[in-house]
């Protein structure tokens, strides 16, 4: 059993005791004294367990603060990878050749083995991470400042190396950061590999947005093949960096035509992209319904309104008077909200889910 799962059960257990108050309040069940009796001490010796083993929030108030925590957490990684990032910088004068390498291999090493050190000691992950995310810091200052020292020629096998790290760490200390890190990493890495193979230079593969649909497309397709169910979210952050790499780029195309591979006028490039962000966004918000892909729907509809948006902008911008631009955009999103409702009065909930299906990368 994972951390995720192991929260999810205790999650389970909660609303089973909130909701069996109300069905005995509404006079639907009673449950013996002899029954409440055992069901309390399964209960809570099953909390007890997964507490002392996966560190889980046992009630509503451990899961406030649990946030609390994954937001200074979050905040406290990137804090701390900006200060050794400047720290390097700061004192990187004072040495010589010969001991800014060592320092540099030290701080790779030295991080990494910490990690991995406290990975067995932190149940509740979040100090893990910390140490991962500077871990991680180290490795890319590492290979930027080498490169620097022995005069290396930049090269696009950086983003592979850091990739792998990242990807390593993450599913080592289960962190989505480094997860999201490690994959932009790798479409970066697919696009500047593809734009050089088409006589680009590497650091130029942002010319190209093409360049980012193959990879971004397999992104979003392998949490099928992939299982991730042990790891709660980092389907939904597989999906999510794939929609991104594949909806930006769809976006730039649909405003900078003469950027495509594509042999014919630019307009007519804008207007196929154009075509094929509204196409996309409402095909991705069908499939996230389907699939109760709740990242998906949001994703999805938030590119769908921004292509409609720039469109509206676009048409009406320099036509209309201000206020009866900005009159028509909110009644356009109400309609839209209009239409979103409609679709979620109109699902159903499939009966896996009613049974307690792993909710971990639905939502």
Known sequence: MSRAEAQRRGDAIRAFRAELVELEREGVLALSEGQR???DAHHEGLLSRLAAEFDIDRDSRASRLSLGMKIASFLGALALAAG????????WGFFDETAQVAILAIASLGSFAFTLWLRGRDASGYFTKLAAMIAFACFV???VMLGQIFNVTPSDRALLAWAALALLLAYACELRLLLAAGLLCLVAFSSARAGSWGGLYWLHFGERPENFLPAAIAMFVLPQWLSQERRAGFAATWRIVGMLAFFLPVLVLSHWGSASYLAIAPAVVEGLYQ??????????IWLGARRDWAHVVNTGVAFFVLFLYTKFFDWWWE???????????????????AVLRR???????????RAGAPGGDAR
């Open 319 to 337: 036509l209309l008077p201000k206020y009866l631009f900005f009159l028509l955009i909110g009644a356009i999103s109400v309609a839209i909200l």
């Open 343 to 353: 679709l979620r009065s109109g699902r159903r909930e499939p009966a896996g889910d």
């Open 84 to 91: 050794v990032f400047f720290l390097f910088y700061q004192f």
């Open 37 to 39: 009796a055992a069901v």
């Open 141 to 143: 200052l590492n290979l």
């Open 275 to 284: 075509v094929l962000g509204f196409a996309a966004s409402a095909a991705a």
